[in-house]
């Protein structure tokens, strides 16, 4: 798919889909040390989160929640005063339009995660944790 596309053209593509306006993703550091595993694996206990591996080995934090701007219809209510990651955001990038899924390895809850890195002999455990709650 070409790279730049127009305001009309970009429309049509769009039409009747907005999941790239349901949520966001961030990059994060790899996790090295126990401090990062322990991180992640709070992100995790929370609803809506998941973690990824992309396919260039980077790591991204994602939250499923919509932005807004987006009105009932799917339909961008600012559109002309969108910020500049969805203009430059392009279908040869999103999910509609990629049968191959952005993410090589997907966390979606912590147990996930734990399960990765037991198979990876990872030790991401605290030390004398203690059994009572707080
Ligand atoms: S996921 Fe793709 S087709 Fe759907 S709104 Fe975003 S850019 Fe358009
Ligand atoms: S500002 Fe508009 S185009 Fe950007 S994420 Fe929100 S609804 Fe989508």
Same mark, same amino acid.
């Given at each position: ?10 429309? @049509?593509? $769009?039409?009747? $889909? ?15 040390? #126990? ?8 992100? @995790? @206990? ?31 209510? %600012? ?10 955001? %392009? ?6 339009? %990629? ?8 966390? %979606? ?7 990765? @890195?037991? #198979? ?11 059994? #009572?709650?707080?």
């Amino acid at each position: 798919m070409e790279k730049d596309i127009s305001h009309q053209k970009n429309r @049509l593509l $769009c039409h009747g $889909c907005d999941d790239c306006c349901r949520y966001i993703a961030v990059e994060i550091d790899r996790p090295t040390a #126990k401090s990062d595993y322990q991180n992640i694996i709070w992100f @995790l @206990l929370h609803k809506n989160v998941r973690v990824y591996i992309d396919w260039e080995n980077d790591w991204l934090l994602e939250f499923v929640t919509p932005c807004k701007e987006l009105d009932s219809q799917g339909l961008c209510k %600012n559109y002309a005063n969108r910020p500049g990651m969805c203009r430059d955001y %392009n279908q040869k990038d999103c999910t509609k339009y %990629n049968a191959k899924s952005a993410e090589k390895i997907s966390f %979606n809850c912590a147990d996930d995660f734990k399960r990765y @890195l037991k #198979k990876k002999n990872i030790d991401w455990e605290l030390k004398n944790q203690s059994t #009572k709650s707080i």
